[in-house]
């Protein structure tokens, strides 16, 4: 699997959108970017994940560059609940793609 | 409501002492996944397992043992020969192996 780079933290006004970040210059082309978070001692919580196109659900947009070396994945209008560590992974789906890679991530701290 | 359990949330135990965490879920996901997370660290593969019946150690499966009896529960074993139990252990399910995988709440052990 590709590694990701991302921020070590970024700040957010409450209400505004969190624009995070990723890096991922190696990614191959069957590679899905897929994006997490994870609330101070809770489970990684599953936001969204792309190959080519932008996504969009009721949690977070993706948008992916036309060279799929990076990402930014944006919280609309941030809340304090949002604080949290956001991961970046890249991630086959072929054999051996099983495991999550999670690097370091960004912490998102939303401030009132 | 559907989704995946993990019980305890927290769990001690005396050195030396087996220990079986639970994780059970409802999804019907055929995929099933434990990680271990130390401190300021990314999730690390235990095991995992792809279907009923079977099972594959993933990155760091010494000291631990898992079963999967029955599609909706894998639970894990950490044994006396795993040097470094105390760590926080979260398990995960997909669909199917290569797809999105969600993760449950997370058991804390503590070894005293």
């Known amino acids: 699997d590709a590694k990701t780079t ?4 970024m700040d957010c006004a409450e209400g505004r959108a969190a624009n995070l970040p990723c890096n991922h210059s190696t990614i191959s082309g069957n590679e899905y970017v897929y994006w997490y978070r994870q609330i101070h001692s809770q489970g990684p919580q599953y936001i969204i994940h792309g190959l080519k196109n932008n996504e969009t659900n009721e949690m977070a947009s993706l948008i992916i560059t036309e060279d799929r070396k990076s990402s930014t994945l944006i919280l609309p209008h941030a809340t304090l609940r ?10 086959g789906t072929q054999g051996g793609s099983e495991k999550l890679v999670f690097g370091k991530g960004t912490k998102l701290t939303v401030n009132p | 409501d559907g989704g995946i359990t993990q019980s305890p949330k927290y769990l001690f135990r005396k050195e ?5 965490l ?3 879920q409802n ?3 055929d995929a099933m996944y434990w990680y271990r997370q130390d401190p300021g660290q990314g999730l690390r593969l235990i095991y995992y397992s792809q279907i009923v019946n079977d099972f594959q150690k993933g990155d760091i499966a010494e000291g631990y043992s898992v079963s999967r009896e029955k599609k909706e529960s894998f639970p894990l074993t ?3 020969a795993q040097k470094n139990p ?3 252990y979260l398990c995960a399910s997909s669909s199917r192996p290569a797809d999105t995988q969600y993760f449950g709440p997370g058991t804390r052990l503590t070894v005293l």
């Open chain 2, 22 to 24: 639970s994780c059970e």
């Open chain 2, 78 to 80: 950490v044994t006396s």
């Open chain 1, 82 to 91: 949002d604080t949290a560590v956001y991961y970046c992974i890249v991630r």
């Open chain 2, 16 to 20: 030396g002492q087996n220990v079986t």
């Open chain 1, 6 to 9: 991302q921020p070590t933290s």
């Open chain 2, 86 to 88: 105390t760590a926080f």
């Open chain 2, 27 to 29: 999804l019907n996901h």
